[in-house]
């Protein structure tokens, strides 16, 4: 699988603290074994975090078993494209990396959608 984002550049690292990403490896990379496609990069916030714990998925609670000390509003995260249009049809979408995120993304968003969304004073 390439490493481009959705903007046709290399790939760029999305946080190494908290470590993220499918492998672990700071960046949101996938394979066809991600079959969440964790391949979104956002800076996740309040409203989201809420959101996706509503959804039964908490993202605030440590799990060491799985490398995860837990996320608080302002970390970045590699979060699963479903998820994101999740959020985004409800109205809750955290800001996107688009440098970050990986082209996989646009088999589940369209380009214009993260665009709308993008974190400022990111990389150009």
Known sequence: MSTRNVLGGELIPCSYDPLTGYYRDGCCNTDVSDQGSHVVCVRVTAQFLAFSAAR????T????QHRFAGLKPGDRWCLCALRWREALEAGVAPPVVLESTHQKAL????LEQLQKHRLQGTVS
């Open 61 to 64: 609670t440590p799990q060491p």
């Open 56 to 59: 039964g998925n908490d993202l």
């Open 107 to 110: 088999e589940f968003v369209t």
